[in-house]
């Protein structure tokens, strides 16, 4: 009997060193950082700027919260559609910057914040300029994608420098 608590021991060690090594980030690939979370809203605003409302809204996980500036909380993405038909008149222009971005340690949540542009015209015709800030909170979605999940937006009074 003195020999079973090292068969054990000596089981218990073989099937660790036989399990792949895990860890809690190893989710994470090298594509889920700050920086890729930089590129993606890259990539959201020109899909935004060559399919409109469409576009901008594929980015948008299905059950997000748009929280617009000096307006009612807005949640889903079917509802927040229904306000971005603007994306798709052709005088209408919306950019952004991102200035910052983090990812959660766990790998899944993640945030980025910088400055917007609006550009559009009056029903003069004559050309406007709307800028502020923005913050859009995204999440790693189950199919690996990351998708918005809260988005909000404030008017500047003057263009951010």
Same mark, same amino acid.
Do not use: C
């Given at each position: 009997?003195?020999?079973?608590?090292?068969?054990?021991?000596?089981?218990?060690?073989?099937?660790?060193?036989?399990?792949?090594?895990?860890?809690? @980030?190893?989710?994470?690939?090298?594509?889920?950082?700050?920086?890729?979370?930089?590129?993606?809203?890259? #990539? @959201?605003?020109?899909?935004?700027?060559?399919?409109?409302?469409?576009?901008?809204?594929?980015?948008?996980?299905?059950?997000?919260?748009?929280?617009?500036?000096?307006?009612?909380?807005?949640?889903?993405?079917?509802?927040?559609?229904?306000?971005?038909? @603007?994306?798709?008149?052709?005088?209408?222009?919306?950019?952004?910057?991102?200035?910052?971005?983090?990812?959660?340690?766990?790998?899944?949540?993640?945030?980025?914040?910088?400055?917007? #542009? @609006?550009?559009?015209?009056?029903?003069?015709?004559?050309?406007?300029?709307?800028?502020?800030?923005?913050?859009?909170?995204?999440?790693?979605?189950?199919?690996?994608?990351?998708?918005?999940?809260?988005?909000?937006?404030?008017?500047?009074?003057?263009?951010?420098?």
């Amino acid at each position: 009997m003195k020999s079973l608590p090292f068969v054990l021991t000596a089981t218990l060690l073989a099937v660790i060193i036989a399990l792949p090594h895990s860890h809690p @980030f190893a989710s994470v690939s090298a594509r889920d950082s700050a920086d890729s979370l930089r590129q993606l809203e890259g #990539e @959201f605003m020109k899909a935004a700027a060559e399919h409109g409302s469409a576009g901008y809204m594929s980015y948008y996980a299905d059950d997000s919260v748009e929280l617009p500036n000096g307006g009612p909380i807005i949640q889903g993405k079917v509802n927040i559609a229904k306000r971005m038909g @603007f994306l798709d008149q052709k005088d209408n222009h919306l950019t952004w910057t991102p200035v910052g971005a983090d990812l959660s340690a766990s790998g899944d949540l993640g945030y980025t914040y910088g400055t917007f #542009e @609006f550009r559009s015209k009056n029903r003069d015709g004559k050309p406007v300029l709307d800028h502020g800030k923005y913050t859009s909170v995204w999440k790693k979605q189950k199919d690996g994608s990351w998708k918005v999940v809260l988005d909000m937006g404030s008017a500047s009074p003057e263009a951010a420098r």
